[in-house]
């Protein structure tokens, strides 16, 4: 398997040598050709800058990045064969749809009908034939989206690079949009390399991702890898809202004194147990109903399905889990 | 506890009335600024477009008030015509010189200026509005003047050839810059830039960072992007900035009197017949040729696409 983008140790810092911001410091970083690749963590965490330095907005402070093995330190964006769907989409709002979509064969000088049938067929693939004459100021939040994904890939780029993609859209649509990404990254065979602070997001759309805390990565895997057997404590945290243990914990739950990471749906409420605690909050999500628990000062989220008894505030309840989830990460 | 609190008095019971009947105050707010525009200035416009279709006796000099085109056939003598047409070239090149010095300077302030230098940019194309209008004229013609700084500094350096140049050249012939048509340019320019740098500063601020890079993104050139992208989307700007430029340009009657070789000029034509000459139908005439001019631009700008980004 080729590798799509490379990040050989770069770093990007902001502001004065003497006290600059590392908004990305040191990342190392292979995204596999044809992967649906995340890049998640919270805000500030380097995500948005690594998906700017690939589409050469920004450029490394140090290191090297390779696109498909050629080193791009030198290549200003435009002729850089990735694309780009843009945070606030970024259409150019003098012109119509069709024409935006157009954008990237104009600059290339392709004649006017033969960029017009590629920007209809592009969209037509984003489902919007009908729509090649209206401005984007007409059309709704969604559609929006779609005339950029069109934009980015009327190109044919060998990389997609989405910067929040879904982040403007209701939950309908999200979930929605998300299906037809998927199934477009398929179709199409490209690398798509996307950022997002939405957990879910990430990891039911990609198939590898990486996850950024303080501008480095905290880890890099399949989101089966990051979901189950969290490298940190932040990973822990940040990927589901696990219940991080501390060791003394971890020990009074019958393991080693490790710090652990237990998911809430692995969490279970029992008559007995060695660790009890007060239930503090309770949170109805339709399938279950989320129980947090007070245990030797540690809140501990529990899930509860639908269908079994859910205690009222204030109980006093034992913990029990299934011991293959407790996922230990080390350190005392 | 009850629901509703009791009011405190004058102000509250007439926030509520608004609140109840938001149409009473709109109507108080929008009367006033109605009335004005409504009588004072359409009406006065209405007043000169009828003076327009007067004449004037030749005889006695008396303005007969009966309805008549033969006022406006007077502004298609070749003294009249002459002054129209140079007062649109003068119009025209110093808009598209004011265009293109602006350009640079608004991107700049849009763009890259922060904190101070904002500041420094806002107080450096505002400050020259401050201080009086015939002072910085005057203040020009001293400049250009053949004793002035930029005559001394050409002799000085050896490039008094340049200005020797350009006072050789057919039209902007003069004793010095400040004799010459070109000085007359040179000082419009000057006085109405700020006018056309505020807009375009303002049109350009509202395109975003992002819609620069997907344009790279996609391809495009830095050149590309500017004609493409920047430009079209800054033409509101630039036709906003030019409106002043341009109709004030039509319209000053002191620049010509004060830098170059005196020709007329619309503005100048129109204070010399409503005062000195005393023939109001001609000035009212020479007035519309401007509004007209304005209205035929404005067209062509629409229909050039210049507002499809608004």
């Known amino acids: 398997m080729t590798a799509a983008v490379t990040f050989q140790n770069v770093s990007r810092h902001f502001g004065p040598a003497s006290a600059p911001v590392k908004a990305v410091d040191g990342v190392d970083l292979t995204i596999p050709e044809g992967s649906f690749f995340a890049m998640l963590g919270p805000s500030g965490s380097g995500k948005t800058t690594c998906l700017r330095l690939i589409s050469g907005f920004e450029k490394p402070t140090s290191g090297q990045i390779r696109i498909f093995g050629e080193d791009v330190s030198n290549t200003p964006p435009h002729l850089r064969n990735v694309n780009t769907v843009f945070q606030d989409y970024a259409l150019f709002p003098h012109l119509n749809v069709r024409d935006n979509v157009a954008y990237g064969l104009m600059v290339k000088g392709m004649a006017r009908a033969a960029r017009y049938a590629r920007a209809d067929e592009m969209l037509a693939l984003v489902k919007l034939a009908d729509y090649g004459d209206r401005k984007p100021a007409q059309l709704s939040g969604g559609q929006r989206q779609r005339v950029a994904l069109a934009r980015a890939l009327v190109n044919e780029p060998r990389v997609l690079l989405l910067d929040e993609p879904l982040g403007a859209l209701d939950l309908k649509l999200r979930e929605a949009m998300q299906d037809e990404l998927k199934a477009l990254q398929h179709r199409l065979g490209l690398t798509f390399i996307f950022v997002t602070h939405d957990q879910h997001e990430a990891l039911s759309m990609a198939d590898h991702l990486a996850v950024f805390n303080d501008g480095k990565i905290a880890q890099i895997g399949t989101p089966q890898d990051i979901y189950d057997r969290p490298a940190t404590r932040f990973v822990a945290d940040f990927v589901g809202s696990s219940n991080v243990l501390p060791p003394a914990l971890t020990r009074a739950l019958g393991g080693p004194e490790e710090w652990a990471s237990l998911r809430p749906e692995a969490t279970r409420l029992a008559p007995t147990g060695p660790v009890t605690g007060r239930v503090t909050a309770l949170r109805y999500l339709g399938s279950g109903t989320r129980v947090v628990i007070d245990a030797q000062g540690i809140d501990l989220a529990a899930l509860v399905p639908s269908g079994h008894p859910v205690p009222a505030e204030g109980d006093i309840t034992a913990i029990a889990f299934d011991p293959a989830a407790l996922h230990l990460m080390g350190g005392t | ?310």
């Open chain 2, 1 to 310: 506890m009850t629901a509703i609190l009791p009011p405190r008095g004058a102000a509250d019971r007439l926030t509520g009335l608004f609140w109840r009947r938001p149409s009473l105050l709109l109507f108080l707010l929008i009367t006033p600024p109605l009335l004005w525009l409504g009588v004072v200035y359409l009406g006065s416009l209405a007043a000169l477009l009828l003076q327009s279709f007067y004449s004037i006796d030749e005889f006695s000099g008396v303005v007969k008030e009966e309805f008549t085109l033969k006022t406006y056939a007077e502004l298609f003598r070749p003294q009249n015509l002459d002054i129209i047409l140079r007062t649109l070239v003068m119009a025209t090149i110093v808009t598209l010189t004011c265009a293109i010095l602006a350009f640079p300077i608004a991107y700049y302030a849009a763009r890259y200026a922060k904190g101070p230098w904002k500041a420094a940019f806002y107080l450096g194309v505002m400050l020259p509005l401050w201080s009086s209008y015939l002072v910085k004229v005057y203040a020009w013609k001293l400049i250009l003047a053949k004793e002035g700084i930029i005559g001394w500094a050409a002799e000085g350096t050896g490039t008094g050839f340049i200005i020797s140049g350009i006072l050789s050249i057919p039209g902007l012939e003069g004793s010095s810059l400040s004799t010459s048509p070109f000085g007359t340019y040179l000082v419009f320019v000057y006085i109405w830039l700020p006018y056309m740098i505020l807009p375009l500063q303002a049109a350009l601020e509202r395109v975003p960072t992002s819609m620069l890079e997907a344009s790279a993104d996609l391809g495009a050139t830095r050149g590309q992007t500017f004609r493409t992208v920047i430009l079209p989307l800054a033409m509101p700007g630039v036709i906003a900035g030019s409106i002043f430029t341009f109709s004030l340009t039509l319209g000053d009657y002191i620049i010509p009197q004060i830098v170059g070789d005196s020709s007329r000029f619309i503005g100048l034509a129109v204070y010399q017949l409503q005062g000195t000459a005393g023939n109001i139908p001609l000035a009212a005439a020479f007035a519309v040729v401007p509004i007209l001019i304005m209205l035929v631009y404005l067209g062509l700008a629409k229909r050039a696409g210049a507002f499809d980004a608004l």
